[in-house]
């Protein structure tokens, strides 16, 4: 049903990349949790609630989101090369917020969080293209369930 895809596609996007306009990352300015971002919020929920979309509207069966992006390419017409990016963006997000819970570099508390000053260069150079990624998917849920 595209209204109920319409309304999933709605939710996905209340979650944005915490990126600027001038491509910095936009952490929290004060609080608990000042200088960090939220990997899983704002980076691996994207790509899960994005797959689960387009599996839905494709009749996909698959279940793990990396399966469903896949899956639902050749139908939606999506390079893989495309697919691909997606899917290296989002095990990027898994593997840091993994990385970074086994190394405490997140707050103590906040296994989702990390504080991209604490990042060396390489690594926050990989942060911003995967989050850049995840901009491209909504933009194409955007295209395809709002317009």
């Known amino acids: 049903n595209f209204r109920f895809l319409h309304q999933m596609a709605e939710n996905a996007l209340r ?4 990126l600027g306009l001038v491509r910095d990352f936009q952490v929290e300015s004060d609080g608990e949790h000042k200088g960090t971002l939220d990997l899983k919020l704002n980076g691996t929920t994207i790509f899960v609630d ?3 979309i ?8 698959a279940t793990s989101t990396a399966e469903r992006l896949r899956a639902a390419a050749g139908v939606l017409k999506v390079p893989s090369d495309q697919v691909e990016a997606w899917i290296g963006a989002f095990y990027h997000l898994q593997a840091l917020r993994l990385r970074c819970q086994q190394q405490l570099r997140c707050p103590l508390g906040s296994g989702n969080r990390v504080n991209p000053g604490q990042l060396d260069r390489l690594e926050r150079s990989i942060l911003k293209e995967s989050l850049r990624q995840a901009k491209n998917i909504q933009g194409r849920l955007s295209a395809d369930y709002l317009a």
């Open 15 to 18: 979650n944005n990349p915490p």
């Open 50 to 52: 994005a797959a689960r």
């Open 54 to 61: 387009f599996s839905l509207a494709t009749g996909g069966g």
